[in-house]
């Protein structure tokens, strides 16, 4: 094999010999490059979350004090109608599809996506999306809550064009979703670099793979459930109307049918976030591989069939509110077994704690907190006494926040050097760790003990002087949150224009994303290596090894190795 083919000219070159052919503004507006698209997506997302964050803020803050006349009942339902909207369409669901567009082609040994048309076209109708929901802040924004319940949301409580709006960002957004899950579903079958079997892919592949199929059931589902509510609202029909022969809770079953899915839609792409940084800085394979990637897909499974737990104070029978419960316990199993490997992982390894690994070791243990709480709802007797209360929104955000937003900021940190060439900086990202870590927990553990003292959710004020001291301190560690993610931000713009060169393998990492100069050419791979085990780059930096101490032997005349 000589040493063009073993691929050693990618491994030294720099992203300077590499120049991309397009350059401009007009490059990006016009690109078709998975490369390009995954940037795209994740700019738009982080705009979005900064507003969604603001957000967050003002709702925080109108709840610091009793009695607070900050926000107007209405504005507060706006605000925290755009607030859930916002993190859950905008910013959690489309910063995977934005991760997987970067990096499922280079973790796969592909050139490109399967349609690379197609994909970005997924980005518009995702940026569109995004600005149909914000346009409607110039007239009245939907007030009916994320979840946009029944009969809530219809034109005699709703009346404002704003809810329109967030029914036409539900199709938009879920037509770039479900257009950007066929293409990774394509792509992840049918363009594997050669000897990348299915026991053979990374981990990060296999939870986009299972996200992409949870996408295509949930999100078509919704979107039909949408409809309904249009036609309800503006056609005369009676889908959810009693009084013409519809059901007000057929709009929970069916919402909810996608609402669970959708919670795994959010997490486990971060469960793979979290198994492909955790070996790389324990410095040890990943622990229970065929485990990790059997329970992905059993979470996936189970995960559709637990939807009637967000429902157990309406009114089901007691068979019915059992089956929830035990499928609820159930889908802990797989989810448990993930913990314990990534546990054990880092168990006697030669740790070393880089910010990606500080952020996947905090949104770990935070995911397992909220996972505890779930316990808890999952009875439903105890959800009962629970159900619309604090405790509610704090186990909330423990694991769809928890696993997502502590992930996505692992992976800006461990993925950057190979989007820019350039390190983000360690300091700066330990301190904003540190930020996150505490805010999160100063934030929504207080949460708990106000919801059991019977604060209930979606209240713009309240008098009872025992929630206010919950309450302020949530409010400082909501701020404390915003900081670091300015820390965060800081961290990124300094790097575009300071930060120390990357080279093309910085972490000495396991997949083949780092087989190619940092930032990638547009071609990713001159030449596509073959792949040997579940960790491809460390088979290439043994086999350049070996080569270069046989050349090393051969000019000094030693006898050659067999």
């Known amino acids: 094999m000589s040493d063009h083919s073993l691929g050693r000219p990618q491994i030294i070159a720099s992203a300077v010999d590499n120049p991309d052919r397009t350059r401009g503004w007009t490059s990006w507006i016009t690109t078709t490059d998975h490369k390009k698209i995954g940037i795209m997506y994740l700019a738009t997302v982080l705009v979005f979350f900064i507003l969604g964050g603001v957000e967050a803020l003002l709702i925080r803050t109108q709840l610091a004090v009793p009695d607070n006349t900050l926000l107007t009942p209405e504005r507060y339902n706006q605000i925290l109608t755009m607030h859930g909207t916002t993190m859950v369409f905008l910013v ?93 579903i394509a792509t992840i079958h049918n363009m594997r670099a050669p000897g990348m079997g ?147 992982t880092l168990w006697r390894g030669t740790v070393e704690w880089t910010t990606a690994l500080l952020y996947c070791v905090g949104g770990i243990a935070t995911f397992t907190m909220g996972g505890i709480t779930g316990i808890f709802l999952a009875v439903f007797p105890i959800d009962w006494q629970l159900t619309d209360t604090y405790f509610v929104v704090a186990h909330f955000h423990y694991t769809a926040f928890g696993a997502s937003a502590f992930a996505m900021i692992a992976a800006l940190y461990f993925w950057w050097p190979k989007m820019t060439g350039r390190m983000l900086s360690e300091k700066l990202g330990k301190v904003g760790f540190a930020l996150m870590f505490i805010g999160f927990h100063t934030t929504f553990l207080i949460q708990h003990s106000a919801g059991l003292s019977g604060m209930p959710r979606r209240i713009y004020e309240y008098s009872e002087t025992s929630w206010t001291w919950y309450n302020f301190v949530s409010t400082i560690g909501a701020f404390m949150i915003a900081l670091s993610v300015a820390v965060t931000v800081v961290g990124v713009v300094w790097s575009l224009k300071r930060g120390a060169i990357a080279g093309p393998d910085p972490w000495k990492a396991n997949t083949l994303e780092w087989f190619t100069p940092s930032p990638p050419p547009e071609n990713n791979f001159d030449v596509v290596p073959r792949v040997r085990s579940v960790e491809p780059m460390k088979d290439i930096r043994r086999e350049i090894e070996q080569r270069t101490n046989a050349e090393q032997r051969y000019r000094s005349g030693q006898p050659m190795l067999h």
Request: hydrophobic residues 60%; proline residues 6%; charged residues 5%.
């Open 92 to 184: 959690v669901v489309p910063v995977w599809a934005g991760f997987a567009n970067y990096l499922l082609p280079l973790m796969l040994g592909a050139r490109d996506v399967a349609f690379p048309r197609l994909n970005a076209w997924s980005y518009w109708m995702y940026l569109f999306g995004g600005i149909a929901l914000y346009a409607s802040m110039l007239y009245s924004p939907p007030e009916a809550g994320w979840f946009s319940y029944v009969p809530l949301s219809l034109k005699q409580y709703s009346g404002t064009n704003g809810q329109e709006a967030w029914i036409y960002m539900v199709h938009l957004t879920g037509l770039s979703s479900i257009i950007g899950a066929i293409n990774f």
């Open 198 to 344: 299915w026991g053979r892919m990374p981990l990060f592949v296999w939870t986009i793979l299972i996200y992409a199929y949870l996408v295509i059931v949930a999100l078509t589902s919704l979107a039909a459930t949408v409809t309904m509510l249009l036609l309800d609202r503006n056609f005369g029909t009676g889908f959810f109307d009693p009084a013409q022969g519809g059901s007000a809770l057929l709009w929970q079953h069916l919402f909810w049918f996608f609402g669970h899915p959708e919670v795994y839609i959010l997490v486990l792409p971060a469960f793979g976030v979290f198994s492909e940084i955790l070996p790389v800085f324990a410095r040890k394979p990943i622990f229970g591989y065929k485990a990790i990637a059997a329970a992905t897909v059993g979470i996936a499974f189970l995960g559709m069939l637990v939807w009637a737990h967000h429902m157990f104070a309406t009114p089901m029978s007691t068979t019915v509110l059992a089956f929830f419960m035990l499928m609820s316990f159930v889908i802990a199993v797989p989810t448990g077994v993930k913990i314990f490997n990534w546990i054990a």
